[in-house]
């Protein structure tokens, strides 16, 4: 049986990686790389949390995520798409303008 | 015994290309990173008793979603981004990082240790498909059809954000 400390700190040092990766990369589409980590680390948190107190609300709980997850990447690349178009590069120290 | 090992085994797999997302030079590396990271994330999950969960895992997150960034990423045609290991005190940075890491991550443990270990199941189908939809289809009714709209609200946006393109073109 795992404990429930393990799972928690793997989910703490995957929120930290991905957090430090978060600030030090520059290019968009990496950032978002970075904020699906953070999901999935979530979901490690509650399936762990769901083992320990018995309840399969956790798994519906990342089901939903999942879900989420894969509605915001649908909306974000096609952001990124259109960011392309104009011609500049991806980096999100110049995306600084709404307009265009 | 086995299990702990397996999972020692899968979180330090997470661990190690979790920082290969993010001090990959190029974004496909970074990309090919992440599915590796949702496999091991995975096989946490059917070692947490979540079988059904891990299987999800694998088809969508890393079957659909990351391959559609990797579509996107292939598309695009991004350049590497070297700025990582040009930039001035590199190596001092990542000691303080990595400091900073250690003393949150030791706050971490000492309180974790209050908090009482032992799981509290032992049933062998928890986790499995049949309570998992009665719960989904159940109490979490609500929560499904949100999220059906919410899904719904993405591919009406996506559309909307990739047809005014096609709107500014043909004009």
Known sequence: ?100 | MNEQILFYLFSSFTVLTALGVIMSQNPVGSGLSLVATFFSVSGVFVLLAAPFLGVIQVLVYAGAILVLFLYVMMLLNLSDDTSLLNSPNHLLKCLVGMGLMGVASFGLWQWLKTIEMNASTTDETFGGLFELSKSLLGENMISFELISLVLLASIVGVVTLTALDRHEEES
């Not at chain 1, 930290?16 to 979901?43: H, K, M, P, S, Y």
């Open chain 1, 1 to 100: 049986m795992i404990p429930l400390q393990q799972v928690l700190m793997l989910s703490f040092t995957l929120v930290l990686i991905a957090t430090v990766g978060l600030c030090i990369r520059r290019d968009a589409l990496t950032l978002f790389l970075c904020v699906e980590l953070i999901l999935n680390a979530a979901n490690i948190s509650f399936v762990g949390f769901a083992r320990h107190v018995g309840n399969v609300q956790g798994h519906v709980a990342v089901l939903l995520i999942i879900a989420l997850a894969a509605a915001e990447a649908a909306v974000g690349l096609a952001l990124v798409i259109r960011l392309k178009k104009t011609g500049q590069p991806l980096l999100v120290e110049e995306l600084t303008e709404l307009k265009n």
